[in-house]
């Protein structure tokens, strides 16, 4: 009875070692996917907002400022 118990519960240990191995496996690959796909939207935005800023500046409008003016009359 010992030994069909130890033989249970090895299997057991086995099945759930591999399971975990497989969901790490694919939880890896979809996060690199996903850094992947990331990547490429943030290319993709930088190459447009350098082509905005290259068109503004040939046209010689002035780029927005990051900053934001600050009015007083409405605090």
Aim: glycine share 6%; charged share 25%.
């Amino acid at each position: 009875m010992g030994v069909s118990n130890f033989i249970v519960t090895v299997v057991g240990v086995g099945a759930i070692a591999m399971l975990m191995k497989t969901d790490v496996r694919t939880s890896a690959s979809m996060l690199r996917r996903n850094l992947r796909h990331i990547r490429s939207w943030m290319e993709e935005t930088a190459a447009t907002s350098e082509q905005t800023a290259t068109k503004q500046i040939k046209s010689g409008k002035k780029p927005p400022s990051s900053e934001s003016p600050v009015n007083d009359d409405k605090l």
